[in-house]
């Protein structure tokens, strides 16, 4: 999907622009580039989002394995606080 969308921005600049490169129309041109420009925001947002669940998974990966340490009802109280806390933040806003 998002390959075929950059080929359609592709084929907006190649409309825009002459065989020498000399922009023949601006305003195909610019929504080109207004494309390209959003697509490109919107990978960078996806890949900043799956590393941040990367990043979440090895901070609770070693969470877990800390807890793996404590007393029994130690971790119990912990990993229920986690979870509460969790639970909170993914509640929504409305409710």
Do not use: C
């Not at 029994?72 to 969790?86: I, N, P, S």
């Amino acid at each position: 999907m998002y390959e075929a969308l950059l080929a359609d921005a592709e084929a907006l600049r190649a409309h825009a622009v002459d065989r020498r490169g000399k922009i023949t129309d601006a305003r195909q041109f610019e929504k080109s580039i207004v494309l390209r420009e959003r697509l490109l925001s919107q990978q960078a947002e996806m890949m900043n989002f799956f590393q941040d669940q990367e990043t979440l998974k090895l901070f609770f990966d070693e969470i877990r394995g800390i807890v793996k340490d404590l007393p029994k009802e130690t971790a119990l109280k912990l990993m229920a606080r986690l979870h509460g806390g969790q639970h909170r933040r993914l509640k929504p806003a409305h409710a």
